[in-house]
């Protein structure tokens, strides 16, 4: 069983090869209750890093990662050898799920059907990355048709997703994203109106001008100077889904970034009347999963959301994969290829 662990708990800054140890380990029994499934999709999310240097991961622990899987042995009676599901194998070849396996409470796998859509979109689109994008943007933000929705990391896994929701809405939507490919993409393909990139040096000025009437509806995946740029134009009675805030999660005071940013944002929120929500997708799940397989289902079955992966090959490819996602050389949902589906 090929298994990268967590090396040690990192350090400030960005993902390096240091922090992760490759391992070989014999391939786990399922025990009472337990089901044994090969990893055919590893999904790389940057929620991962903030686990790791926050030490919540311990050193010596496969590093945690949700995933696609096959059933190779089952002791469950409600999964047969063969099925499809979703869970949370980690960066490993093999794992065990079910009883005493729980990961943030999920102890017993979502069965995945390969017949409705491609197994990979279980861990993206059609998973916990599209069900965060419509709880951020859908039920948070609640865009009505003409308003000016602004999304970061526009063309990454969620932001992709929440831009495009705000477009089948009737907004128009704005994202923010990296280099010119990336804006091109969003625009081009996601049929965004407006892209700006941050690494302009005229980034306010940028975002001013694709956004004449201000913003009504902000989704929130970095923080940083590309929070600085929306702030000033916020209107009245705007809302904010704040997602994530990827700018500072390799930096020291990671733990106080959303602190940071409320009270950066404070005097702008009271004096605009802004509403902001804090998004925590998990709490979204028990209410309101079933009916966002339902409509994502139809939304892309009618071609109305497409998506983008960006899939590495082979599990030796994690650390390298996770990298490029933490400094932006991804494009589009970062996934590892682990196993033949
Ligand atoms: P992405 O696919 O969007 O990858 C991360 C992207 O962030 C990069 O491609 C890069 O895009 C951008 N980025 C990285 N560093 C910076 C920076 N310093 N300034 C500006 N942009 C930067 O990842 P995900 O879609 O998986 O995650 C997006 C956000 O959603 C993250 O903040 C994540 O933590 C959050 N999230 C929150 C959840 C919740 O429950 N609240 C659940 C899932 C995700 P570019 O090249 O365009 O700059």
Known sequence: NKQWLLARTPPEGLPTDDDFTWVETPIPEPGPNQILTRTIYLSLDPY?????????????EVCHGRTASQVVKSNMAEYQDGDFVFNTNGWQEYGLSGEGMSVFGYMF?????????????AVGVMGMLGLTAYSGMYLQCEPKAGETVVVSAASGGVGQIAGQIA???????????????????????????????????TLPEDLRAACPSGIDAYFENVGGKVFDA?????????????????????????????????????PTFERQNVQVHNLVVREFVPDYQARFLDEMGAWI???????????????????????AMMEGGNFGKTLVGVGDD
């Open 48 to 60: 991962q890093w903030g686990r790791r240097r926050s030490g919540v991961e311990e050193p010596g």
């Open 109 to 121: 796998p979502r069965k995945i059907n390969p017949a409705e859509a491609p197994i990979s979109t």
């Open 167 to 201: 477009k089948i809405l009737g907004c128009r939507v704005v994202g923010i994203a990296g280099i010119q490919e990336k804006c091109d993409f969003v625009t081009g393909v996601l049929g965004f109106d407006a892209c700006v990139s941050h690494h302009s040096e």
């Open 230 to 266: 929306v702030l000033p134009l916020l209107n009245r009675q705007s809302r904010i889904s704040l997602c994530g805030l990827i700018a500072h999660y390799s930096s020291a005071v990671m733990d106080q970034a959303r602190d940071h940013w409320a009270a950066l944002g404070q």
């Open 301 to 323: 079955r009618e071609g109305k959301i497409k998506y983008k992966e960006d899939l590495w090959p082979g599990l030796e490819q994690a650390p390298k994969a996770f990298q």
